[in-house]
Each structure stands twice: as C-alpha cells, then as structure tokens.
C-alpha cells in the first residue's frame, strides 16, 4: 500500500483529530463524579496526556472554573513557573481579555536573588509573581519548590490568586505539594499523585480559556 | 508545625532532588531489557512523566544513542516539532558542540506553504526541516502529522536524519505513527501506545547531550 494514501485522510485536518480524539474519550471515560463545568478540563487533560488515570485524578475547588473564568475576563495575568507552560498556552484567546501570560524564572533581578538567598530560582519567582499578579491565574507544571513558596505565601496573606492550576511532576515533593494545594480554601485545580507536567497545565489552562469565550 | 520548617529541607537543592528521584525510579522499576546505555534515557523519561509504564514502553533502534551522541558531537541541529519542545531542551550543553535547536512551524514560509496546499503547518516544517538539518536529530513530541511526514521523506529517499526521537501523543494517529517507525532501518527512540508529548521529549533528548558530554 502506498504510504501517502494509507494516511493522509487521518492527518490533515486538525479539527477532525481533535473532534475524534474527544469522542474517544468520552467513549472510554467510564464512570466519574466530575460537574459540567469541570468536565472540559478533565477531557483535555486526557487528551494532551493519553492518561485516563491522570486526568480522573484531578481535583477542583468548587469555585475554582467560575474563578479561572472571571480572572480571564477581568483581564488578569497568567503566571506560569516555567517557558514551558509560557510557550504552550494559546495566546489569542487572552489577548482578546488583555491577559498577559508571565514567567520570571529567567528574569536577571530573580537569578540574582535565588544567588544571594542561596534557593532556587523557582522559589524567588513565584515571590515576584505575586506582587505583579494579584488576582491572577497561577499555572504551575514542573516545580514543586514554586507550588510549595505560593501555597507558604497564600497562607501568610502575601498572595492572593484568582487561581491555581498546581500539577507539577515527580517522585520528591510534587505529589505532597499538590495535597497541600487541596487544604487551601481558595480556587485550585491540582491532581492526586506524581503525574502532571507542563503539557497537562497547558491544557487545564486552554481548557478554561475556551470556556471564558464561550459563556 | 510551621510550613515553612516542614517543607524547606526537601525543596532547595534541585540536585538533590534529581538524585532523589533517580534513586526512586531505580527501586521501582522492576525487571526490563534495556541496555547500559538506553537506561538513562528511560529514566529521565520517567523522571519527566512519573509513569513507569511509559518508559518501559520504550523502543530503541540498536544504533539509537550511538546516533544520537554522534550527531550532537558532529554540531548537527536538533529539529523540534513545537515551541514546547525546543524552549524545553538544555542549550548549554548543545552549544558546546555547535548544535542549534531549531523548529519550523511558525515560520512565515512554512505557513504560507500551508495555506497554499491546504495541509497543516506540521507537515509543511518537516519538509523545510528535512532540506535544513540533514544528519540531525528530530524530535517530535506532539504532532503525529510531523512524525508521519517524516517517515514518508525518510521512505522516499528525501531526509536523512541522525536520529528520530518520536514521541507524540494523543488518540488519533499517534501510536500509529509510532508504530510506522519502529518498522524504519535508521536511528529512531519511540515508544508503544498513546502516551508520549513534549516533556517526555525534551526529557529523552537532555538525557542524550548529557551522555554526549560523559563520553
């Protein structure tokens, strides 16, 4: 069989992949306890993941879609803790709202800080972040260390987030600092266990944003 | 207790952590068929992902880090199929050697190109990518279009890549896109099912310019 016949009906055209792959989903989902309203984002969690177990993980604060929602539309800053997370989030639909999507890890004034404190990177952009993004979206997909610095600086009353999407990875500190995010009773979404990572934050992000245009 | 003094040991020496992690991974693992050399990539493949399963789904092609750590010795370029991808990757240790990281699909040509043929951006920079980085490595984490217009160049004689790491994710085509070129006589890392993306990507290739350093 010639190659180029064999696939090109199944991979041209992006909509319908993405249509198929979310009927795939819906079809083997199996049961799940998730609202309406947190359903968009569990179905692009397990499509930018392929793990069902992931995504049926995820965990929502009540208020957490109503929040991620209105911080869009007021136009508040998306923060994430690494380019990854920066570079993935689709722009356009932000844009419209005025949101910037923001990520201080690589600024000189935050390397020179984590030097002279002697931490990590992560750790002193998430101290910067909170004073040029109160009320905004908190995308956290790979450092647990920034995760854990935002939970310390919600509880001293330092940090006021619109909402934090917490899914860092990893076998030390990711799962413990996501069920330290589900103590907080402010919005969140975050996920039970190692899994998570900066494609999987990207979606969540995507997710809500698709949801700000639509309601 | 204070957060502060619970958490703070575990989260401000990144290297540790990674070490940490390594330790972990290796207890957990179980038995496997990987080689001395293929190891380290599965585990920062895991390292990544936190799942077991995806990294003992790996498949190598017998010359696959010989390959690897040969072209970024030669400072061939590393081809990445999006952004996330080639923001994710070590530059230090790839400039060392020459290696620039490029990817294609949101040069003004290849969208042009796109429109023209009413096909998608993926497929367009693979075909610029074949003509720019003969001998390099291509690393595809998130579109199996890319992958399987890659495939078909390498089939009819039109690239010549150093290696393939095909990693992508998703319902729709990508664990047949995989399973395409596990069949290929040439250098490729792939792996078995659905699951895959950006982090896991970056996370093989890292893993491979470090074994280009150590030998």
């Known amino acids: 069989m010639d190659f180029k016949t064999e696939f090109k009906p199944i991979t041209v055209q992006p909509q ?6 979310f009927e795939i989903i819906d079809q083997e989902i199996g049961p799940h306890s998730f609202t309406k309203e947190q359903y968009p984002i569990v179905q692009r969690v397990i499509h930018a993941s392929a793990d069902f177990e992931l995504g049926k993980r995820l965990l929502f604060h009540p208020d957490a879609i109503r929040a991620g929602i209105e911080a869009i539309k007021n136009g508040k800053k998306v923060v994430c803790d690494v380019q990854m997370v920066q570079v993935g989030i689709s722009k356009p639909r932000l844009e419209k709202y005025g949101c910037e999507v923001k990520v201080y890890i690589s600024d000189e004034d935050v390397i020179e800080e984590a030097k002279r404190l002697n931490t990590t990177r ?3 952009s998430m101290r910067k972040a909170v004073k040029e993004a109160e009320g905004g979206i908190f995308a956290i997909g790979n450092a647990p260390t920034a995760l854990l ?6 509880k001293e009353g330092e940090a006021k987030p619109g909402l934090i999407i917490g899914l860092p990875v990893g076998f030390v500190s990711a ?9 907080l009773d402010i919005p969140f979404i975050t996920n039970v266990g190692r899994k998570g990572g900066s494609t999987v934050t990207v979606a ?3 997710a809500i944003s698709l949801l700000a245009e639509r309601v």
Chains 1, 2 share one sequence.
Request: net charge negative; proline share 0%.
């Open 16 to 21: 319908q992949i993405e249509g198929k792959s």
């Open 204 to 206: 969540a992000l995507n």
């Open 175 to 183: 799962a413990e600092s996501k069920e330290e995010l589900a103590k």
């Open 149 to 154: 610095e935002l939970i310390r600086l919600v």
């Open 122 to 124: 992560a750790i002193i």
